[in-house]
């Protein structure tokens, strides 16, 4: 299987590292950036930058329409109904914290439950921890099968009359499932819940419609899909972030201030405190319309196509591998006998091969799965059977080496 783009489109891939060709098996922590993106944030540190909404000259109303485009574009790439429903913010684990001060601490009281999955990237689960105990709202969990995936019938079990609010994500960063969010949605909304989905490791990967996912919430990064880090999103449905108290508090975020109250400004600047990432936004957007030139279908199967090869032939060469074997998400999660995967992470660093070691913000899972920690190889739109046999090669190399 060959890259699903053209690997001159990403000028990091160029490089070598330890003299050897860079094979890049590390995305779902951050993704490389093509050049249209790199070329984006650029001209508009070169052109364009001035602050936004504030001034009247012609920079700022410029810096305005690109950083007000790069709202469309995420509306219309998940299927908003309205770009006044997209908030920016630094990223997945801010807008989760963002869910849970400004939705949560207004509507979950005393005795209401919240239910999550041991699957759960932290930023998925401390912020909901922190409400509970705000709160004194209960956590609630839906337990995995064997292989590390969400059934209905489990979910069933703890969704019930108490629950206020579900909390999942949509791909799992380490066993690489992919959850039945409709599904769950749905038995949430039929005991009045809110489902929050952590899209971190969904959005960059598998087209995305938040009305067919369910979803009240949605949260992604804009690193992870090919645009610059610090940027990310929040949506919501209008409804709900209308009832939503901000979060941050500060300029631009405000329709009135006197010296003892303050206004609320309309969605989505009222979640908006502060200058905002603007060339982070404008990265943002080059980024999706690359995404969206290449076909989101396209780059869904692809990168299920490599998890499934890489999981297969890890699984073939006596490498032990956690997760779904298929359907699974563009990562997979392994371990090497008594090595420790850091050990396992350098020595494929020196044969030129990135991969992620540790619990990877997930020590529920670690512990649900008896491991302190896991590598794990993942893939995008760049790699193709080619890294998936440098990663083969370097666990050959990395067994040899211990061996002596």
């Given at each position: ?258 010296r003892e109250h303050a206004t609320w400004a309309d969605l989505p600047h009222k979640f908006e405190a502060g200058t905002p990432h603007i060339a982070g936004a404008v990265g943002l ?25 890489a999981y297969r032939r890890l699984a073939e060469a006596g490498v032990q591998v956690y997760g779904p074997a298929a359907p699974r998400a563009a990562l997979v999660a392994f371990n ?66 211990f061996r002596r």
């Amino acid at each position: 299987m060959n890259p699903l783009v053209p690997r001159e489109d990403f000028p990091i891939l160029s490089r070598s590292v330890h003299g050897r060709r860079l094979v890049y098996l590390d995305s779902a922590a951050t993704a490389q950036k093509p050049a249209p993106v790199i070329a984006a944030v650029d001209h508009f540190y070169r052109y364009t930058n001035a602050n936004v909404l504030r001034s009247a000259h012609a920079l700022a109303d410029e810096a305005t329409e690109a950083y007000e485009a790069a709202r469309v574009k995420v509306a219309r790439f998940i299927g908003a109904a309205s770009p006044a429903e997209v908030v920016f913010t630094r990223g997945t684990t801010e807008s989760l914290n963002g869910i849970a001060r400004g939705w949560g601490d207004k509507f979950v009281g005393p005795g209401d439950e919240i239910v999550l999955s041991p699957m759960e990237h932290h930023a998925n689960l401390i912020p909901w921890q922190q409400l509970a105990r705000r709160r004194e709202a209960r956590l609630r969990f839906i337990e995995l099968t064997p292989d590390g995936r969400i059934t209905l019938e489990a979910a069933q079990a703890v969704i019930g009359p108490r629950t206020r609010l579900v909390a999942l994500s949509a791909v799992s960063n380490v066993l690489g499932t992919i959850n039945p969010i409709p599904e769950v949605a749905a038995l949430a909304h039929q005991v009045g819940a809110v489902m929050v989905v952590d899209g971190a490791q969904s959005v960059p990967h598998e087209p995305t419609d938040v009305a067919a996912l369910g979803a009240d919430f949605l949260a992604f990064s804009g690193h992870k899909l090919g645009g610059p880090t610090g940027i990310g999103v929040l949506w919501g449905r209008e409804t709900l972030l209308d009832a939503m108290d901000p979060f941050l508090f500060g300029g631009e975020m405000i329709a009135y201030v006197d010296r003892e109250h303050a206004t609320w400004a309309d969605l989505p600047h009222k979640f908006e405190a502060g200058t905002p990432h603007i060339a982070g936004a404008v990265g943002l957007g080059a980024a999706l319309d690359y995404l969206q030139a290449v076909g989101m279908a396209r780059v869904r199967d692809h990168g299920r196509a490599l998890g499934e090869e890489a999981y297969r032939r890890l699984a073939e060469a006596g490498v032990q591998v956690y997760g779904p074997a298929a359907p699974r998400a563009a990562l997979v999660a392994f371990n090497l006998g008594p090595i420790h995967p850091h050990d396992v992470a350098q020595v494929f660093d020196a044969e030129g091969v990135a991969i992620r070691a540790g619990h990877h913000c997930a020590q529920p899972l670690m512990q649900w799965l008896g491991v302190a920690a896991t590598a794990r190889a993942s893939f995008y739109i760049y790699n193709g059977s080619d890294d998936i046999d440098a990663l083969l090669h370097a666990v050959e190399v990395t067994k040899r080496y211990f061996r002596r």
